[in-house]
Nanobody
């Protein structure tokens, strides 16, 4: 059974940093493209960052480029999201997910809340 457990969120002032973690289980983590999404109140869920299975290639939404860094540790089955220079618009629930289309990819964790105060 696929499980994704996010952690590391919290309340931070504008300009601050947070590091999110997501521990995965129930699938072969090292072979899967992983991603981070976020959903702000009243808004649709947004893809934030993607990392290939090897970790060599990453992609980011324009809104977080040059501020966020996605990384992974395949020995620990963990994907990270380092968030720097946070702004209030980054306030959202953050989720990790296997990146792909189809019901076999449609598993979500409970998310971790990030609140950025101005």
């Amino acid at each position: 059974q696929v499980q994704l457990v996010e952690s590391g969120g919290g309340l931070v002032q504008q300009g601050g940093s947070l590091r999110l973690s997501c521990v995965a289980s129930g699938f072969t983590f090292s072979t899967q493209v992983m991603s981070w999404y976020r959903q702000a109140p009243g808004k649709e869920r947004e893809l934030v960052a993607v990392i290939t299975a090897s970790g060599r290639t990453t992609n980011y939404a324009d809104s977080v480029k040059d501020r966020f860094t996605i990384s992974r540790d395949n020995l620990k089955n963990t994907v990270y999201l380092q968030m720097n220079s946070l702004v209030p618009e980054d306030t959202a629930m953050y989720y990790c997910k296997r990146f792909g289309i189809g019901p076999e990819y449609d598993y979500w964790g409970q998310g971790t809340q990030v609140i950025v105060s101005s």
